[in-house]
């Protein structure tokens, strides 16, 4: 009898310590809360002297040709009518009394001049940051790339980067804005200027292509010029979206372009190690190569397993971010191929 009742004591007192510590959690009202959460954003940002290196993609679709299995005709060789839109690389530093100093990739002039601006840190129903005076993000909110300056927080990502959306989407990988703390001083104007180096490096390839592989097998071989007409460069680089051809039915009349293709096509931005495809090239679902490391004057990826403890999920990511992750052997390479041009 006494031993049940010892039994019972320790379970009543475990509730009743249980329902004081969540009485505790929940002392603030929500407003304390939401200004939790403004200043501790806010005091991050600010704190990271370093600045912020910034990729924002404003708009992108996970369906636009990502499936190698669907053929594409003739017609659309020559058609950029359905090309998706790439990303920005931004370096940010946030200041005290709502000032935020930024470069941006664009063109020359953005990569070597910043832009004092403003900026706060509101709450609704999530913890929002927003860019209150004309700046760099303001060149992509238009109706074509339908950028936003309103940001909303979402947390961490698997890498520890802060992870933001806007309001303009509901469903995921239609948009991307991640934020990752620069380490030194430098890197402020450093990181943008390779970044923006890096991508005129693949846009000024003749002829790139891809190859997927492991080993000797090939998943992916891109093998179709497309040329470099103005009409086609033009809008390659200002929309940033590239689309690699690999030909599948070959046209029997010498000379004439070939009656199918495979395809893959994704956004692009440049980064301070490469380029960064966004929503990706993919293979499928889970294989999907987004971030290329620059090596000379191509561009290499390969895929490696990372565990994730906290989220206890498995991911495949390129090795040059991860190199302790599990090897695959599953490579991509983007290289100028020579013509005959």
Known sequence: MKYLSYILLTILGCFFYSCHDEEREFVNTPTQRKRQAIEALNTELVNNKAGWLVMYFPKTDSLLFSNISDK??????????????????????????????????????????????????????????????????????NDSYGGACDWLYQGRDEDGLLVFKTASYLKPACEYILMKPLQDVHEFTDAVKQAYDNRRVFEQMKNPQLYIH???????????????????????????????????????IPDYPPKEFSVLGSGYCGTPKGITFRAGLRLNNKQVFADFQRVDNHFEAELVEVYHPEW??????????????????????????????
């Not at 998706?84 to 953005?110: I, N, W």
């Not at 495949?316 to 191929?337: N, R």
Request: hydrophobic fraction near 30%; proline fraction near 4%; glycine fraction near 10%.
């Open 72 to 141: 594409i005709k003739a017609e659309y060789q020559y058609s950029t009518d359905r090309y998706g839109y790439g990303g920005v690389c931004f370096t940010m530093r946030f200041l005290q009394h709502g000032k935020v100093e930024m470069r941006a990739d664009f063109d020359p002039q953005s990569v070597t001049t910043s832009i004092m601006g403003e900026y706060k840190i509101g709450a609704n129903s999530c913890t929002q940051l927003t860019f209150l005076t004309t700046n760099y993000i303001h060149k992509l909110v």
């Open 312 to 341: 206890r999920s498995i991911r495949l990511v390129s090795k040059h971010l991860h190199p302790e992750g599990k090897i695959t052997g599953l490579k991509a390479v983007i290289q100028d191929v020579p013509t005959n041009e």
């Open 214 to 252: 492991r080993g000797g097998r090939v998943y992916f071989q891109s093998d179709y010029y497309l040329g470099r007409n103005g009409g086609r460069v033009a809008t390659t680089e200002k929309q940033r979206y590239y689309l690699f051809m690999e030909v599948t039915k070959p046209n029997p």
